[in-house]
């Protein structure tokens, strides 16, 4: 299974020299980048450095193609040669409330839309409120789902489930082949704790990633408690060693 990395996990470094750091990071034996921002480079010229380094793009987080940003975005996702388009976030709140949840969706089922009429998949990542339980105990995703078009994809961060409560192999096993994409993050599952490479904190992913369908891993690190090009390398290495 290819591995990228999610280069919100290097912003900072990428702010102050976004070519080296993309060097390195292809240095380092990643397959591929995805992308949320380029940190002051043009979408083409990015692609193009990402093809120089053999390193594809697995996708890229880009605002929803609706309104006044449409042209832009789809303009960003033909420059970087994306075969799937991410949303990122959706306000929280969405997932409070059944109504919430039904307009999350239609938003959702709007930009696949928008993204498949260009030759495009589209996928939701999610964060802690998609899992956290409604006062009835159901799981807003599994709400969300059955009105969810058949294009609208997940890329599933299993941190954010498991801290959430939901049990990621047992998410993974039910949505199938909906999860082109994971997000592998590590750390010790305390809210707003800085994270650790990928193997050194209290995830377990053997099971996840026998659970998962995945065309990637992507590895994010939001916050890092150590040097991130260090823990990005380290990350790799576990994760190459589990798919031995």
């Not at 040669?81 to 976030?89: E, F, K, M, N, T």
Request: glycine share 8%; hydrophobic share 45%.
């Amino acid at each position: 299974m290819p591995i990228a990395v999610q280069l919100y996990s290097l912003r900072r470094e990428l702010e102050q020299d976004f070519e080296g750091g993309i060097r390195r990071l292809a240095a380092m034996g990643y397959d591929g980048v995805e992308t949320a921002g380029i940190y002051g480079a043009a979408p083409a010229a990015a692609a193009a450095l990402f093809r120089e380094l053999g390193l594809q793009v697995a996708g890229a987080h880009l605002p929803l193609p609706l309104g006044d940003q449409r042209s832009q975005v789809l303009e960003t996702a033909e420059a970087l040669g994306l075969s799937i388009a991410v949303c990122s976030w959706l306000p929280p709140e969405k997932f409070t409330t059944q109504d919430g949840i039904r307009e999350a969706a239609d938003t959702l089922n709007e930009a696949a839309a928008v993204y498949k009429a260009h030759g495009l998949r589209f996928a939701y990542h999610n964060h802690g409120a998609e899992f956290q339980p409604l006062p009835d105990g159901r799981i807003p995703a599994f709400v969300m789902l059955p009105w969810l078009s058949d294009e609208v994809f997940f890329e599933i961060d299993c941190y954010w489930a498991h801290l959430a409560g939901s049990d990621v192999p047992e998410v993974l096993t039910r949505l199938g082949d909906r999860v082109p994409l994971l997000h592998i993050k590590d750390g010790p599952l305390v809210h707003g704790a800085p994270m650790v490479a990928v193997g050194d904190g209290a995830m377990n992913f053997p099971p996840i990633l026998a659970a998962s369908r995945a065309e990637w891993l992507i590895v994010e690190l939001d916050e890092c408690a150590t040097d991130i090009f260090m823990a990005v390398e380290r990350s790799l290495a576990y994760l190459r060693g589990l798919n031995a």
